[in-house]
């Protein structure tokens, strides 16, 4: 099978869904192909308990909100779930899945998408396949002597998997705050950061947070460079868990261990601990493996991008994977106004016969 479009959207959740509405807006003609088999992207992959940063009305994507779920005031990912399907749904976007590209390549004046399940030839293609599918496991000394069980943030459930088990988990940042939170009472829990964690005020949530990411974009494109003061996407917002465990005295952090020995971990000092699991909540890497064939990533393993257009490659656009590639794009809600701006340049260049 071959097809031929002005549009290839890679990946079918939040981000994808995005471009789909402002493609169709600009009546063009696109498939997005998603790798899953059913709807909703990562946020059917996450653990038992995770909750939004903010309230349904503020974690919508473009055209349609959030219903509010009832007796929560941030939404489950189960709830964000059926709210992507009934997007899908409601916006009739051409999705097809399950379909895995294998490869982006330059095909003269048309991008070549090859996928297991056949090729299609775009003149432009947008990559939206997130960073959940690429977890990062920092090289600390003895990994690989570890013997108890290892998992990173993408395979944690539930803490009932652990009750009773020596559980360490690593990260300071929302995630390793959210999970250490949801363990702190049936396991015996070491949490270890980097640094001592830096709570956001109790009545910071995703709003804010949104908020202070694209004044901070505003400031780095008007040429500033004075940003401070700005909030840290990196700081953990204290969802009602995570604030429960805390003023509990539930979440008290130590610092981050030096090596990883056979039944546990060492600390600078000597200090020794045995440990049965050691949980990594060390963050993701974008996932462009499915673009090596263009030759456009950078030694940071990016694509250097202005906006969410290719630098390089100026048919393609990356959306969704973080402030490089617009503001808070990574979330439900700062990733409607990059998708608006992609299918706004995507069209003009069609027009003008790129």
């Known amino acids: ?155 944690y459930r539930r803490p009932q998997d652990f009750t009773g088990r020596r559980v360490i988990v690593v990260g300071g940042g929302n995630s390793g705050a959210q999970i250490a939170a949801d363990l702190a009472y049936d396991t015996e829990l070491t949490w270890v950061t980097q640094r001592p964690p830096r709570y956001l005020a109790d009545d910071i949530d995703g709003r804010a947070l949104f908020d202070a990411a694209t004044a901070r974009r505003r400031a780095i494109d008007g040429g500033r460079t004075d940003t401070g003061g700005v909030a840290s996407l990196g700081d953990i917002v204290a969802v009602p868990p995570v604030r429960e465990a805390r003023d509990r005295g539930l979440l008290q952090a130590a610092p981050m261990f030096t090596r990883l020995t056979h039944h546990g971990v060492e600390w600078a000092d000597g200090t020794r601990a045995d440990q049965d699991v050691v949980i990594w909540c060390t963050g993701f890497r974008p996932a462009l493996s499915h673009l090596s064939p263009l030759g456009l990533r950078g030694s940071r393993g990016h694509i250097a991008t202005y906006g969410t257009r290719s630098v390089e490659e100026p048919r393609l656009h990356l959306l969704g994977y973080g402030d490089w590639t617009g503001p808070a794009s990574a979330t439900l809600i700062g990733v409607g106004r990059p998708a608006r701006d992609a299918a706004r340049e995507i069209a003009e260049l069609l027009t003008s016969g790129g």
Do not use: C, N
């Not at 498939?31 to 996450?46: C, K, M, R, Y």
């Not at 056949?118 to 600390?140: D, E, K, M, N, Q």
């Open 1 to 155: 099978m071959t097809q031929h479009l002005d549009v290839v959207v890679i990946g079918g959740g939040q981000a994808g869904l995005a471009a789909g509405y402002y493609l169709r807006r600009q009546g063009l003609d696109f498939v997005i192909l998603d790798a899953q088999t059913t709807p909703g992207g990562a946020w059917q992959h996450t653990w038992d308990s995770l909750h939004l940063f903010s309230p349904a009305a503020f974690s919508s994507l473009p055209g349609r909100l959030m219903p509010t779920q009832p007796g929560e005031e941030y939404p489950e990912a189960g709830h964000v779930v059926a709210y992507l399907s009934d997007y899908e749904k409601r916006y009739d976007l051409p999705v097809q899945r399950p379909v895995q590209v294998t490869g982006v390549h330059d095909d003269g004046r048309l991008l070549r998408v090859e996928t297991d399940s056949g090729t299609w030839h775009a003149r432009t293609v947008i990559s939206a396949t997130g960073t959940w599918w690429r977890p990062f496991l920092p090289a600390v000394p003895g990994r690989a002597d570890f013997a108890g069980r290892q998992l990173h943030t993408v395979s």
